[in-house]
T-cell receptor, first 119, second 114 residues
Framework: GAVVSQHPSRVICKSGTSVKIECRSL??????MFWYRQFPKKSLMLMAT?????????EQGVEKDKFLINHASLTLSTLTVTSAHPEDSSFYIC???????????????FGPGTRLTVL | GNSVTQMEGPVTLSEEAFLTINCTYT??????LFWYVQYPGEGLQLLLK?????DKGSNKGFEATYRKETTSFHLEKGSVQVSDSAVYFC?????????????FGKGTKLSVIP
């Protein structure tokens, strides 16, 4: 089946620094990748939708200058949390949509998530 | 807008008990419906899906039937195992070209005890 990886799985950083999280589709080309944030005991909140070669579309309330998304290829999207603060601590999950399934049902394949802790 | 409501947990069951996690949705048209499972420390995995009314999705002993008349997609399993302990998310995706964003419920944590 389709596999999506994320790196790193865990990161601890100091307040004010920037952190980059990578999301890769390992055995398929992803037309679209999504970035979610998950708070403890809460559901996933869609942050942005990333299409290869174009600017990401951010959901209402998500600061695009703080959460920079780059989707440079059909297999890689990155999320950079700039000038991170403790309130940015969360579990970040990416998902990818298979280009070859673009005409089929709307399944997304999820990465294992990245736990970000900002001190 | 679209929304998904699922029963709040946590749910604690003994091994081999019957499981039902309720899920109802609000959406226009006929969305695709999904159940995802998240094991501790991991991302989400698709458990099962249904893309049209009266479809039944099934996987690993879990089942859910797409009920248009009650706008529901309840998850059931006849006999749970300790390994089923996880958080379960109900989700929908609208139909139509370019409509592939997922809307999730808040998740239901299931703990199965021996």
């Amino acid at each position: 089946g389709a596999v999506v990886s994320q790196h790193p799985s865990r990161v601890i950083c100091k307040s004010g620094t920037s952190v980059k999280i990578e999301c890769r589709s390992l055995d398929f080309q992803a037309t679209t990748m999504f970035w979610y944030r998950q708070f403890p005991k809460k559901s996933l909140m869609l942050m942005a939708t990333s299409n290869e070669g174009s600017k990401a579309t951010y959901e209402q309330g998500v600061e695009k200058d703080k959460f920079l998304i780059n989707h440079a290829s059909l297999t890689l999207s990155t999320l950079t949390v700039t000038s991170a603060h403790p309130e940015d601590s969360s579990f970040y999950i990416c998902s990818a949509r298979d280009r070859l399934l673009a005409g089929g049902y709307n399944e997304q394949f999820f990465g294992p998530g990245t736990r970000l802790t900002v001190l | 807008g679209n929304s998904v409501t699922q029963m709040e947990g946590p749910v604690t069951l003994s091994e081999e008990a019957f499981l039902t996690i309720n899920c109802t949705y609000t959406a226009t048209g006929y969305p695709s419906l999904f159940w995802y499972v998240q094991y501790p420390g991991e991302g989400l995995q698709l458990l099962l899906k249904a893309t049209k009314a009266d479809d039944k999705g099934s996987n690993k002993g879990f089942e859910a039937t797409y009920r248009k008349e009650t706008t529901s997609f309840h998850l059931e399993k006849g006999s749970v195992q300790v390994s089923d302990s996880a958080v379960y998310f109900c989700a929908l995706s609208p139909t139509g070209a370019g409509s592939y964003q997922l809307t999730f419920g808040k998740g239901t944590k299931l703990s199965v005890i021996p």
